[in-house]
């Protein structure tokens, strides 16, 4: 069964600082793999994708993700943080097969931004 | 892009009735919808996979006859939460794919007195 795991439940930077967000997964084939926003009582944005190619992928809002498969890691970086960006971040990994796959979500990060 | 919305955004009703959930796809048609539940400060755990005109696939743990997912048209999936009780609230969220990515709905509250 494919899971999930991000490590860090809560981190606090300050804006304009850089931000690396960990994320693990588990599956046994070639995995999907996803970076969601949410803000408070939002529904999910999805910032960047992996399926396959470039393990560096590009996203929005000036988010980038390096999957690495050696280490089963798909990180998500920024190199400065807005204030704007303060919010749960939710990595996931859906299930290979067409486009009607299922996601497994990990437990979150809640992204603090100090002024 | 593509726009999934949900209805009622927030919804409280009493202990023992039930509440209907409706999941739509704007501008797109889907074949498949998928329900989610998230407990506050918690992650989405995926409920059920709602087919359009076939039987829902539940998720393992999930009560079909409590959550009952009706996939009526191409565009519209409905999740009823029967007999609701206090321990059923929470947040749920529909999504459904379109070109390799999911769409996510806004989410609905629930919250069961």
């Known amino acids: 069964a494919q899971s999930v795991t991000q490590p860090d439940i809560h981190i606090t930077v300050s804006e304009g600082a850089s931000l690396e967000l960990r994320c693990n997964y588990s599956?046994?084939?070639?995995?999907?793999l996803f970076w969601y926003v949410q803000s408070p009582g939002q529904g999910l944005q999805l910032l960047l994708k992996?399926?396959?190619?470039?393990?560096l992928v590009q996203g929005i809002k000036g988010f980038e993700a390096e999957f690495k498969r050696s280490q089963s890691s798909f990180n998500l970086r920024k190199p400065s943080v807005h204030w704007s960006d303060a919010a749960e971040y939710f990595c996931?990994?859906?299930?290979?097969?067409?486009?009607?796959?299922?996601?497994?979500f990990g437990k979150g990060t809640l992204l603090t931004v100090n002024p | 892009g593509a726009v999934v919305s949900q209805h009622p955004s927030w919804v409280i009703c009493k202990s023992g009735t039930s509440v209907k959930i409706e999941c739509r796809s704007l501008?797109?048609?889907?074949?498949?919808m998928f329900w989610y539940r998230q407990f506050p400060k918690q992650s989405l755990m995926l409920m059920a996979t709602?087919?359009?005109?076939?039987?829902?696939?539940?998720e393992q743990g999930v009560e079909k006859d409590k959550f009952l997912i009706n996939h009526a048209s191409l565009t519209l999936s409905t999740l009823t939460v029967t007999s609701a009780h206090p321990e059923d609230s929470s947040f749920y969220i529909c999504?459904?794919?379109?070109?390799?990515?999911?769409?996510f709905g806004p989410g609905t509250r629930l919250t069961v007195t």
């Open positions: 992996y399926f396959s190619g470039d393990t």
């Open positions: 709602s087919n359009e005109g076939s039987k829902a696939t539940y």
């Open positions: 599956y046994g084939a070639t995995p999907y």
């Open positions: 501008d797109f048609q889907a074949t498949t």
């Open positions: 996931a990994v859906g299930s290979s097969g067409g486009s009607n796959y299922k996601l497994t």
């Open positions: 999504s459904a794919p379109r070109s390799g990515e999911q769409y």
